[in-house]
């Protein structure tokens, strides 16, 4: 089980940028899969994006393909959510999550495939 630290969110108008971040412990490997989910309130949690540490490969969830963009820095072990063009449909409690196993790219959506998760920055998209 790997420790994560979230930071990023808050409040931005409609068609803003916003970039949250991820770090596992120090002690992590740089290897598995991270990803981001995102819930709001009685909602269940979706899927947002994700990748696998050792090979960069990605998976977008259709809402967000082409305006956010999940990249890694494996030097830091950390992984960062790009969010461009914010509508307010994106407004929700973004979660980071990781496991060790590196997931097939068919399976990175799986929420259950995770065993690590962030404490979940609030991303409020508002004019």
């Known amino acids: 089980q790997v420790q994560l630290v979230e930071s990023g969110g808050g409040l931005v108008p409609p068609g803003g940028s916003l970039q949250l971040s991820c770090a596992a412990s120090g002690r992590a490997g740089n290897s598995g899969t991270m990803a981001w989910f995102r819930q709001s309130p009685g909602k269940e949690r979706e899927f947002v994006a994700g990748?696998?540490?050792?090979?960069?490969?990605?998976n977008y969830a259709g809402a967000v393909r082409g305006r956010f963009a999940i990249s890694r820095e494996r030097s830091k072990n950390t992984v960062h959510l790009q969010m461009n063009n914010l509508k307010s449909e994106d407004t929700a409690v973004y979660y980071c999550a990781a496991t060790s196993r590196n997931w097939i790219v068919s399976a990175i959506p799986d929420k259950a495939g995770y065993d690590s998760w962030g404490q979940g920055p609030q991303v409020t998209v508002t004019s």
């Open positions: 990748i696998r540490r050792n090979d960069g490969a990605t």
